[in-house]
């Protein structure tokens, strides 16, 4: 196979987590934790994939009694006469001496005289055995019925549970996690990986189970049949075995670049769907169409090299197969003009080794199944198993409300992984309660960070954040976020209605409280203009907001929750003066006595404030009264004087 | 039905029309092989076993494997010709239908969610594929294979053959049952898929907010309740499917029972061979099966249908801007940019822009301002043809934008947006993003003139640093930065500023205008901004509300208005007096 170069632009080389030995381990413990729970309906459905691999026996040798009791059809031998013999005893002999030959010889339609000899009542037993076929098919057909419903009610219930511990997984996780991970890479985990596991963690193992009990009962009757019809078919197994092992390492590699790429594709189109406007107005569609390309040349070019195999491997799966149901039945006819056996029992023989090599095959597909799904398996360990690294402490406390002394920054240090720079060093402050404390800072100082790290998005990497002297890593993350609220820099609207957007923090909001909230946050009179209000869906499929309304539906969202701690990001940055103006005014009014951290770039909302923080490149070095600070001489005083000149 | 749905993929096939042919008559050589060992083996019954004559065993013997060596080896062929096909086929659907989605207007983009195209584009595109490909194959081999089997089977014995048509009627009346209601099912399977996928989706771009409300608990429930009901429609569906699935099973084996007995009645009754029985039967499967997978396939082209409707939606989708036949190339600008009784609206009640002109001379720096949602970033959008007006014209150097190329046209405008747009790449890439030709020298000097080339500097990798979804992550001011210097290599002609500098302290902001006066300087601007030190410096100041012009002129001109907005908004947002009012 010709491997080709697979590093593009857009798609980084895959990462192997899991080595070749963990992955027995790894689908163990999927069964042990989603299928372990079904044991009971397993088993059953178990025990009738094992009883219904024998109907197609049953079915068979129907087929034998028929060919063997009831038309009597064997071969001519020289020695016998024509027409002689009673049907009845060739009858009797065979069903006492299976396997041997009836010696009476040809009974049935002669060609050559015309002639037949039928056993007695052969029309009757025919209907008979007609009744029992049906009989046979309509049990085993209503069985399956009656087990798939059950199989499906598995597959739902484990997909479902499979879902919701991923989903939960994810909403843990940090968002040091989300930056790094674009959410269409997630989703497809949660959905189509998922849609993927789905009932292939059980179905591998029953079909294995039906496979195995169709080779072993089949092997069982060849043998038994005779010797050398079994030993025909045992030989075919070791080439089979020799082919799986040389396909499987090329297929598991194939499959999981797929994969791989499948989820970069996802990722890249929302990525550039979603900048759609830069896109555009710089007119590099053309390059665009290039990139794309490159991506699904190269999923095309490992499809193709899947296809190669797998169908490789499936044809000379069929070629073994036939030439061993060939040789067996021609040796077989060898055997009935020997008149060693009747033809009934070579087509019995036959028929075994039909449905012998079925399953032999479907056991060559399931090594294709088992390779995908563990691949599959280890992307959803990826997400599973991801540490987290914000998680509450078992003892965890209340938070601390009403706040009394104030929040407390000791010596905190933060720096973000995948860089060396430290994005917060040793800061150390005291925000006393009910203080208003204005954050400054040229842009990428860290303020967005400290605000982050108030409401524990972030940890930092050493010192301690304390609220009233409580360690902020011992408290419920429940009654911290009821009490600290984070009104980010870049507002994030969810598809729904203004009114579920307002009411995120705090669901049971009455419609006046709803109201006061966006009145304070200037945007009543806005929504008040539209046709259906508060009731106007916005979101990716609803009307589209500007920046500044989107951001005051945010900041109206935080102060319905009535948070003791309000941390305000720089959130009214695309907010003309005026309506900024009037929304300090009501903040000054509606806040009294709670504690805000405001990070800002306007000198007018610092001078609102009791304390300003200046950060530069992650240390505080100005902190104290505006008035003072003014004097100073420092990046405020400049501030100042820039904007008030 | 299905060709008028099919309208918009059949002629992507046109590319492989040989390679198609090739593989039909591929399949119909394979089903033609496929129905000769019965054949086989009626003739060792009748003509060997029966008469015990050993001659032609050997011959016989030889077919009988060789046959299926042969058709294995199609088989493969055949597996891998269609994989091509479909796979180039999947391909090239993908490649045109994203390159059209890259193309078409804002309008579009603003209506229908992000996430949705990606799932049309992604897997919708697979679906369609398989009908058309692997299907079509299945059908032709099936075709083929049922006229064999009919010819042959009437050959051995009408009355059978008879008998196998009333067992195929069944089978109709059989699909024409569960189709509805697997279709219905089908339908509300999607619908619940679609609504779980959205809510997903928006919890995932919501992270923080999610996380800093402590939402997680109540998300997992919606989730949870959404999970509930898409699984509760997945096993309507898979029931109903397994209904059809089994009933059709159950026909196909008692039909084929039923034929077997009546062939043996026969036997009994000296109206046909053993042999004969045996090669009937073997065709009645090549017959019944060709009916099952023919079921089988309405419930598929049932599936497919909604998939490719959702597809042909997207393919009929016209660009809503694009250019004119007659579009002309438009040389950079040099004269003047003119706005003449422009009005535009998104809805014909709603006017957002009302009969605004304005007249822009070279080099001007013109700011807008007004009230949050006054139409300041529909006239950007306006000016870069996102969107056409509905009334007066637009002009660029007296030519109405609508008669240029719009490659040319965007081609003038180099634009630094509100939210800022940065891709998966190094940050090199993102800032020749575009004009891929510039040189690290020209990447340089755009980061200092954007003030953002020491931050870049200080990092290890440099210029080859990897920012986006997960590479390293920038603040918003360092973000809007970039693309401040992407805009400035782009070296326009007219630069775009949308609240460009709103993240960013006003002491980088200063630092950055310092340049920005610089690069300005031969370059028509247009620039929002909500600052009164950013708006100052501007050569013409236009006061917007509710679409109109109030105001207009520059700062000294504006503030000497009696009563002037401008006047009044610039006293208040200024007149803060000393520190000691403000702070108290």
């Not at chain 2, 999610?210 to 999970?227: D, I, N």
């Not at chain 2, 009302?354 to 306006?382: E, H, M, N």
């Not at chain 2, 620039?527 to 679409?547: E, K, M, N, P």
Request: glycine share 6%; aromatic share 8%; net charge positive.
């Amino acid at each position: 196979m010709r491997v080709h170069h697979r590093n593009i632009r857009f798609r980084p080389p895959r990462r192997d987590y899991e080595s070749v030995a963990g992955r027995l381990a790894l689908y163990l413990r999927f069964l042990r934790e989603y299928v372990w729970p079904h044991r009971r309906l397993l088993l059953v459905i178990s025990i009738w994939w094992v009883v219904n691999a024998w109907t197609p026996f049953v079915m068979a040798w129907y087929g034998r009694i028929v060919v063997d009791s009831i038309l009597v059809i064997n071969t001519r031998t020289d020695a016998e006469g024509a027409g002689s013999g009673g049907a009845d005893q060739t009858m009797i002999q065979q069903d006492r001496m299976p396997g041997k030959p009836a010696p009476t010889g040809r009974v049935g339609r002669d060609r050559e005289t015309g002639f037949s000899v039928r056993p007695a009542g052969a029309m009757q037993k025919l209907g008979l055995l007609f009744g029992l076929y049906l009989l046979t098919l309509i049990v085993s057909n209503v069985g399956s019925r009656l087990e798939a419903r059950g199989r499906i009610r598995i597959a739902q219930q484990l997909t479902a549970r499979l879902r919701e511990d991923l989903h939960r997984k994810v909403m843990r996780l940090s968002l040091a996690y989300h930056k790094a991970h674009a959410p269409g890479r997630l989703m497809s985990r949660i959905l189509s990986d998922v849609g993927e596991v789905q009932d292939q963690l059980y179905m591998t193992f029953l079909s294995f189970l039906s496979s195995f009990t169709l080779i072993t009962t089949g092997l069982s009757i060849l043998f038994y049949l005779d010797w050398r019809f079994g030993l025909i078919a045992l030989l075919t197994l070791p080439a089979y075995m020799f082919v799986y092992r040389r396909s499987r390492k090329v297929l598991d590699e194939v499959n999981a670049e797929l994969r791989h790429t499948n989820s970069w594709m996802y990722s890249l189109a929302s990525q550039k769907l979603d900048s759609i406007r830069a896109i555009q107005s710089y007119g590099r569609e053309r390059h665009e169409d290039l990139n794309f390309h490159r991506l699904s040349s190269c999923m095309l070019r490992d499809t193709m090299l899947q296809q190669h195999v797998a169908a490789g491997l499936g044809t000379v799966c069929t070629i073994i197969a036939s030439i061993g149901t060939g040789a067996l039945f021609l040796y077989g006819t060898v055997r009935v003009l020997d008149g060693e056996m009747t033809l009934g029992t070579l087509m019995y023989a036959n028929g075994v080794a039909g449905i012998l090599f079925g399953p032999v095959i479907a056991l060559s597909q399931l090594n294709v199944t088992i390779s995908k799904l563990l691949i599959v398996l280890q992307r959803l360990v990826q997400v599973l198993d991801e540490k987290e690294e914000i998680a509450e402490a078992p003892d965890a406390l209340d938070f601390p409300a009403p706040l009394r002394r104030g929040i407390t920054l000791l010596n905190a240090h933060f720096r973000h992984e995948q860089q060396n720079e430290p994005v917060l060093e040793d800061i150390t402050l005291h925000i006393p309660s009910g203080a208003w404390v204005c954050v400054m800072g040229p842009s990428g100082c860290g303020k967005s960070t400290l605000l982050q790290l108030l409401s524990r998005l972030y940890e930092p990497e050493t010192g301690e954040i304390l609220y009233d002297y409580v360690p902020l890593n011992r408290i419920r993350f429940n009654s911290l976020h009821q009490r600290v609220v984070l009104v980010p820099q870049e507002p994030q609207i969810f598809g729904g209605t203004i009114r579920d957007n307002i009411c995120y923090g705090n669901p049971e909001a009455t419609p006046r409280q709803i109201v006061e909230a966006a009145r304070a946050a200037e945007i009543h009179d806005t929504i008040m203009e539209l046709p259906v209000k508060y009731e106007t869906l916005i979101g990716e499929k609803g009307m589209t907001l500007s920046g500044g309304q989107r951001q005051r539906i945010t900041l109206a969202r935080a102060l319905l929750t009535q948070p003791d701690v309000l941390l305000l990001d720089d959130c009214m940055s695309a907010l003309d003066a005026e309506t900024e103006r009037r929304i300090q005014e009501t903040l000054v009014k509606n806040l009294k006595g709670r504690t805000a951290v405001i990070v800002s770039q306007r000198i007018s909302m610092a001078l609102r404030c009791q304390r300003v923080c200046v950060l530069d490149n992650g240390v505080l070095t100005e902190n104290g009264a505006p008035e003072e600070l003014v004097k100073q001489g420092g990046f405020f005083s400049r501030l100042y004087r820039q904007q008030t000149r | 039905m299905i060709t008028s749905r099919l309208k918009h993929f059949l002629p992507l096939f046109a590319p492989y029309t040989g390679r198609l042919w090739a593989l039909l008559g591929l399949t119909a050589l394979m089903s033609v092989l496929a129905m000769l060992p019965p054949l086989v083996i009626r003739a060792i019954v009748d003509r060997v076993i029966t008469p015990g004559d050993r001659g032609p065993l050997f011959m016989l013997g030889l077919v009988m494997i060789l046959l299926p060596l042969i058709s294995a080896v199609c088989s493969y062929l055949q597996t891998v010709g269609i994989t091509y096909v479909g796979q180039k086929f999947v391909f090239d659907m993908r490649q045109s239908l994203y390159q059209r989605l890259l193309r078409l207007s804002m309008r579009f983009f603003g209506k229908t969610g992000v996430g949705m195209l990606v799932n049309r584009l992604m897997g919708d595109t697979g679906a369609v594929q398989n009908l058309l490909t692997a299907q079509t194959i299945s059908i032709v081999s099936d075709l083929v294979c049922s006229a064999f089997a009919i010819t042959a089977t009437f050959l051995l014995n009408w009355r059978l053959a008879a008998m196998i048509v009333a067992i195929i009627a069944i089978f109709v009346v059989n699909v024409r049952l569960n189709i509805g209601f697997i279709r219905q099912a089908n339908r509300n399977y999607q619908r619940s898929m679609d609504r779980l996928s959205a809510g997903l989706q928006d919890r995932l771009m919501t992270t923080l907010v999610v996380k800093s409300y402590g939402a997680e608990a109540r998300e997992q429930r919606t989730f949870h309740s959404q999970s509930e009901t898409s699984l509760r429609q997945v096993r309507t569906l898979q029931v109903a499917n397994n209904t059809f699935s089994t009933n059709t099973q159950l026909l196909a084996e008692a039909g084929r029972a039923t034929l077997y007995f009546a062939g043996c009645a026969m036997v009994l009754m000296n109206l046909m061979t053993y042999g004969d029985v045996l090669a009937f039967t073997t065709y009645s499967m090549q017959l019944l099966w060709p009916a099952v997978r023919f079921s089988l396939l309405v419930k598929q082209v049932q599936d497919v249908g909604v998939a490719a409707d959702r597809l042909s939606e997207l393919f009929s989708e016209a660009p809503e801007i694009k250019d004119n036949p007659a579009a002309i190339t438009a040389p950079r600008l040099k004269d003047v940019v003119e706005f003449d009784h422009v009005s535009f609206h998104y809805a014909p009640e709603k006017p957002v822009i009302r009969d605004f002109s304005l007249k822009v001379a070279p080099g001007q720096t013109v700011a807008l301002i007004g009230p949050t949602g006054c139409g300041k970033s529909t006239l950007l959008s306006l000016l870069l043809r996102f969107y056409d007006v509905t009334g007066g014209t637009l002009k660029l150097d007296g030519m109405d934008v609508r008669t240029l190329r719009l490659r040319d046209l965007r081609r003038q405008f180099g634009i630094v947006l509100q939210e800022p747009q940065l891709f998966t790449a190094t940050i090199a890439d993102n800032i020749r993003y575009a004009r891929p030709s510039a040189t690290q020298a020209e990447i340089e000097a755009a980061s200092r003139a954007a003030e953002i080339h020491e931050f870049i500097a200080s990092l290890p990798k440099g210029y080859d640093t990897l920012i986006g979804v997960e590479g390293m992550p920038l603040s918003t001011g360092q973000k809007q930065r970039i693309t401040i210097a992407r805009a400035i290599v782009a070296d326009p002609a007219i630069l775009i500023m949308d609240e460009a500098t709103s993240a960013l302290d006003s002491e980088s902001e200063q630092a950055i205008q310092v340049a920005m006066e610089r690069i300005l300087k031969d370059r028509t601007a247009f620039i929002v901004a909500h600052r009164l030190s950013t708006i100052r410096s501007a050569d013409l100041i236009v006061f917007l509300h509710q679409g109109q012009v109030v105001e207009q002129g520059s700062h000294d001109e504006l503030m000497k208005i009696p009563n002037g907005r401008y006047a009044a908004i610039t006293a208040r947002f200024m007149g803060r007096g000393s520190i000691k009012e403000s702070a108290s």
